[in-house]
């Protein structure tokens, strides 16, 4: 775009490359929100209630608990989030 032959090929080049740079960062911000609130919900499941009974945490307990070897009898049980 910015070597194009038309008459304003560098300014649609900068508007280009100015709205790939804006929904990068959105896209990165998403995701940062989206893991903080995972990291809060699972650090008020471990501090104040039990892992068993987050929907958040249940999945990752679960994995960890077969990762080491343990047995995962729990993860079968529906599972309420933390309040």
């Known amino acids: 775009v910015y070597n ?3 008459e304003r090929g560098e300014q649609y080049a900068h508007f280009i490359e100015f709205t790939f740079g ?3 960062a959105f896209v990165t911000f998403w995701f940062t929100l989206d893991n903080w ?3 809060e919900e699972e650090l008020r499941c471990i501090k104040y209630g039990a ?3 987050c929907a958040v945490c249940l999945p990752n ?3 960890k608990k077969s990762e080491i070897g ?3 009898a729990h993860s079968s049980k529906v599972a309420a989030p933390c309040s």
Request: net charge negative; charged share 5%.
């Open 4 to 6: 194009s032959p038309l």
């Open 37 to 39: 609130s995972a990291a």
């Open 70 to 72: 343990g047995s995962s």
């Open 51 to 53: 892992l068993e009974s």
């Open 61 to 63: 307990h679960a994995l």
């Open 22 to 24: 804006a929904v990068a």
